[in-house]
Nanobody, 120 residues
Framework: VQLQASGGGLVQAGGSLRLSCAAS????????MAWYCQAPGKQRELVAG???????NYADSVKGRFTISRDNAKNTVYLEMNSLKPEDTAVYYC???????????????WGQGTLVTVSS
């Protein structure tokens, strides 16, 4: 399974970006899909997650500004990022919990990361 992330870039504070991450390969079903971020010198942390039923959860720092969604037909997760702040600057990684076969166990996969830079 491969996760291909895209959509990062440089944006001014107050601006918006939309990240996408498409999963491909041996996929029977996907449970949780999520976005994590890692700023320089810091640990990777959860930004937002979405379950197979559409239930979502967010880090407190992004509530009201970021929206996570998924397209199950396309095995794709999105992160709409609005009102961006310089402290949102980080590498953003997508995450998927995938079952490769109908009877198999779920396995965790990570995308390659996409850099988001917010200038003040």
């Amino acid at each position: 399974v491969q996760l291909q992330a895209s959509g990062g870039g440089l944006v001014q504070a107050g601006g918006s970006l939309r990240l996408s991450c498409a999963a491909s390969g041996s996929i029977s079903s996907i449970a949780t899909m999520a976005w994590y971020c890692q700023a320089p010198g810091k640990q990777r942390e959860l930004v937002a997650g979405v379950g197979s039923s559409g239930s979502t959860n967010y880090a407190d720092s992004v509530k009201g500004r970021f929206t996570i969604s998924r397209d199950n037909a396309k095995n794709t997760v999105y992160l709409e990022m609005n009102s961006l702040k310089p402290e949102d600057t980080a590498v953003y990684y997508c995450y998927s919990n995938v079952r490769n076969t109908p009877a198999g166990a779920f396995r965790t996969y990570w995308g390659q990361g996409t850099l988001v830079t917010v200038s003040s």
